[in-house]
């Protein structure tokens, strides 16, 4: 059983910023990885950031550098730093978990990201 604790969703502008906290615990005292994927209104859910255990992070390319993933081992909790926001990010963000290797993703509840002027 793992337990979420996200935060940090809510309204954005045009240009600005948000951070997301996703705080996850249970079944292991290290995840594997830790990441997140977002999901916007009528389309998949697709792949934002990973954060491995031990190994460097990974934010997806079609980004372009707006977004940093970082990751606090000691707390098992894993960020999203949001920069130069546009109408295009507002989705649901998912922060998921995986126990080990090959095992599948666990999802937190997902926090709601609007980006409106």
């Known amino acids: 059983q793992v337990k979420f604790e996200e935060s940090g969703g809510g309204l954005g502008h045009p240009g600005g910023s948000l951070r997301l906290s996703c705080a996850a615990s249970g079944s292991v005292a290290r995840f594997y990885e830790m990441g997140w994927y977002r999901q916007a209104p009528g389309k998949e859910r697709e792949f934002v950031a990973r954060?491995?255990?031990?190994?460097?992070?990974y934010s997806s390319p079609y980004l372009k550098g707006r977004f940093t993933i970082s990751r606090d081992n000691g707390e098992n909790t894993v960020y999203l730093q949001m920069n130069s926001l546009t109408p295009d990010d507002t989705a649901v963000y998912y922060c998921?978990?995986?126990?080990?290797?090959?095992?599948?993703?666990?999802w937190g509840q997902g926090t709601q990201v609007s980006v409106s002027s």
């Open positions: 954060a491995p255990w031990g190994e460097e992070t």
């Open positions: 998921y978990v995986i126990l080990r290797n090959g095992a599948p993703l666990i």
